[in-house]
């Protein structure tokens, strides 16, 4: 019998929320710590250091030793560098354990390894650590013991963000300070703060760590480089929603236990559509908890997986012809006191608000599909967008029937002047209810996709921080609504001018909404009429960063420096060079000390079977023709091989680091392929007892 617990006793027990801090904090350092916050007042040195004690004392009582700054490089994970809480020893030879305010809010962590994209080299070495107070510090226990772990940013000596962190906190101002001009166009003068809501459904596999560690592509690279697909894929369907096996629901239990006591509100769990992938969705938090929510139910998830002698594979595309992962980013825009301003109500041809907001957002995303493209591409979600996978790579946005029908209304008529309202959906059976059937049905295929009171960015992929996503999303419409507030705040008549807004916002920028199904050539060929950018390669997506429109778009608003912005693209070149380096080194490694011998060794037992069966005066052509078939595809993986080996060598000469990724995308991924085909033939005819890895068979049917 497994161990029973109670989930709301467990609730974020490892957490210094607002309850403990309200229980632990002296009065007026509870209420100038909220205040700081908010972004209202700076924190004081010796409000700090209550703090810091409260919190030491707190983590101490949970079993911690260490405390660490948490943060997040741009290497797509977090890091950390573990102090302990010990003081030197006294006269006595005893130790205290300490832990000031300074070190609360400021870390100075070796930051010479950690990408900066060119930033170091004119500036300076150091790096810091800043306390993000607005994300709670909690306490991870693992093998190590337990640590307390303070969320900070990390950026240059000469403050230059290093890490997602600071441009996220950045463009949340932005969107707060635009966002609230509009609300007080409205005449709401109550709501005090606006900040972006953000659930971030995880999508993975599990593969049994056994059979893992016998394939050093998945171990180098997070993808396997070879593999035939098995007789069974996905094609029946049965894996979607599928009962839960035993395994992994022990698994999927430990990682809810984990999170929940991190105070990450893990709400739903079921199988995705291909065998051995799953899926892991919180519910929605603010946008800056929320992503560093995210790197910890990643963080979990590996965790646990190891713990059940299993395999998290976060990777996009872990095996090929199967369907890969991502992360779906639902973002809305919410006040202090509760308003979604993303909320169209029942009868959205009304809701003017609503319907400006909404037209802000189209304006924003038709703008700038280029720069949100971007933020979704990671090396691994090169095999997803744009290859005939969801989502496509062109950006656009479904807005669903009601919606739609009031936009064009509007564009069309000038006016809207009503909603298509929801039906009853008819069970047909007496003893099952009626529902009230959503207004709008679903749209799988869109990449931006409103889905009732908010938009769900369906690009990012299953490795990436959510971050950058949601940068982009908040600096955009930021810039929407700053730019329709500096007009309609001169408005003379505010009525008529706002209702000319959003015609005019509608109409300019309708041709980002599609509807229909995202995955046919005739969307693209009819996007490509509509003027909308196709990116389908992560290198490609990159200039986006750079471009005067982003340049302008990101200074205007405090976000991004154009150095920064540059130094971003240059990590990002070279994130994608060495990760299609490593995937080219570890192919080469594979088929020279694997495959050949093994196909090698199957040869041999062939050959022989082919002279005994001939000695023996029997018709030896069957084996004959199979060793022929077998020696012409081993045939071509030495071409192959010497082909890719060639390519790799070459590329360390080419100057440039963006010529370098292309290089790497353009000869090193095409060479790669070649070697893959013969091989994955090969695996189709030759003895299962020869070859030297667990196929994608035993991977994904045999957890
Ligand atoms: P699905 O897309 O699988 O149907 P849901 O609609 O339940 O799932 O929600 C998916 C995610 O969106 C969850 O993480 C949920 O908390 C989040 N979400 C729901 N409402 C909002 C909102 N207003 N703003 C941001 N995220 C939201
Ligand atoms: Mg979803």
């Given at each position: ?44 040195l ?19 030793t ?9 290497t ?23 832990f ?15 990408p ?30 337990a ?19 600071t ?45 893992y ?5 998945l ?56 065998p ?25 998830l590996?965790k646990?997986?190891?713990?059940h002698?299993?395999v998290?594979?976060l ?25 979604n ?9 009304e ?64 006016d809207?002047?009503?909603?298509i ?20 049905d679903?749209?799988?295929t ?6 009732g009171n ?29 730019e ?17 807004m ?9 041709r ?8 046919t050539d ?19 997506a990159?200039?986006?960063?750079v ?6 778009l ?38 020279g000390?694997q ?13 022989n079977s ?25 045939k ?5 091989l ?10 360390p ?25 013969p ?10 007892d ?14």
């Amino acid at each position: 019998m497994s161990e029973l617990f109670n989930v709301a006793d467990i609730f974020g027990e490892n957490v210094f929320n607002d309850t403990v801090m309200k229980e632990r904090l002296p009065k007026n350092v509870y209420k100038n710590l909220k205040l700081a916050m908010e972004g209202v007042k700076e924190l004081s040195l010796s409000d700090a250091d209550v703090i810091a004690n409260a919190i030491k004392d707190w983590a101490i009582e949970k079993g911690a030793t260490h405390y660490t700054h948490w943060f997040q490089p741009l290497t797509g994970t977090t890091a950390e560098k573990h102090d302990s809480f010990i003081s030197a020893p006294n006269e006595n030879g005893k130790v205290l354990m300490e832990f000031s305010g300074k070190e609360l809010i400021k870390g100075e962590p070796d930051a010479s390894s950690f990408p900066s994209g060119g930033l170091r080299a004119t500036f300076e070495a150091r790096g810091y650590t800043a306390w993000d107070c607005t994300s709670p510090a909690f306490v991870r226990e693992d093998a190590a013991g337990a640590t307390l772990c303070i969320p900070t940013a990390f950026c240059s000596y000469t403050g230059e963000a290093l890490d997602q962190k600071t441009p996220l906190l950045r463009s949340m101002d932005a969107i707060n300070a635009q966002a609230l001009r509009i609300l007080r166009l409205f005449g709401n003068t109550t709501s005090k703060k606006v900040t972006p809501s953000v659930g971030a459904e995880q999508e993975y596999f599990i593969v049994d760590r056994e059979k893992y560690l016998q394939r050093k592509d998945l171990i180098f690279s997070g993808r396997t480089l070879f593999g035939a697909m098995p007789p069974k894929g996905q094609e029946l369907d049965d894996h979607y929603f599928g009962a839960i096996r035993e395994r992994i629901a022990a698994f999927m239990k430990d990682v809810n236990k984990e999170l929940w006591k991190l105070g990450v509100s893990a709400k739903t769990q079921h199988n995705e559509v291909a065998p051995a992938q799953h899926e892991l969705a919180p519910i929605y938090a603010q946008c800056n908890i929320a992503t560093d929510n995210n790197q910890l139910t990643m963080e979990v998830l590996k965790k646990v997986a190891f713990r059940h002698g299993l395999v998290c594979l976060l990777h996009e595309k872990p095996f090929a012809g199967v369907n890969g992962s991502g992360k779906h980013n639902n973002w809305s825009i919410t006040t202090d006191d509760g308003i979604n301003l993303l909320d169209p109500g029942k009868t959205p041809h009304e809701n003017i608000q609503f319907l400006l907001v909404l037209g802000a957002v189209m304006k924003a995303v038709d703008t700038h599909a280029d720069l949100l493209r971007e933020s979704a591409s990671c090396v691994g979600n090169d095999h997803r967008l744009g290859a005939n996978e969801a989502p496509p790579a062109v950006i656009s946005m479904f807005l669903g029937e009601q919606l739609e029908d009031v936009v064009m209304q509007l564009i069309d008529k000038g006016d809207a002047t009503s909603s298509i309202q929801k039906g009853k959906l008819k069970t047909g059976a007496s003893t099952l209810p009626d529902f009230a059937k959503d207004a709008t049905d679903r749209n799988r295929t869109s990449p931006f996709a409103f889905t009732g009171n908010k938009f769900e960015f369906r690009m990012v992929g299953s490795s990436d921080s959510i971050a950058p996503a949601n940068v982009v999303l908040n600096t955009i419409v930021a810039q929407s609504f700053k730019e329709i507030s500096d007009e309609l705040e001169g408005a003379e008549n505010f009525d008529i001018a706002c209702h000319d807004m959003i015609k005019k916002l509608f109409t300019d920028h309708h041709r980002i909404v599609f509807n229909g199904n995202g995955y046919t050539d005739e969307w693209i060929e009819e996007a490509k009429r509509r003027g909308l950018p196709n990116i389908p390669s992560m290198v490609d997506a990159i200039p986006a960063l750079v471009t005067p429109k982003a340049v302008s778009l990101f200074e205007e608003f405090g976000v991004f420096t154009e150095t920064e912005l540059k130094s971003r693209a240059e990590i990002k070149y070279e994130a994608y060079a060495k990760a299609i380096n490593i995937e080219a080194k570890a192919m080469i490694d594979i088929a020279g000390k694997q495959i050949i011998p093994a196909v090698i060794s199957y040869t041999t037992e062939l050959a022989n079977s082919v002279l005994a069966v001939k000695e023996a005066g029997a018709d030896a052509s069957t084996q004959a023709d199979l060793l022929n078939e077998i020696t012409g595809c081993l045939k071509d993986m030495k071409t192959g091989l010497i082909k890719l080996t060639k390519a790799v060598d070459e590329a360390p000469a080419i100057t440039g680091i963006a010529e370098q990724a292309r290089f790497f995308r353009d000869t090193v991924k095409t060479a790669m392929e070649e070697l893959r085909a013969p091989a994955d033939k090969l695996e189709m005819i030759v003895d299962k007892d020869f070859w030297p890895f667990p196929s994608y068979g035993d991977l994904m049917f045999e957890v």
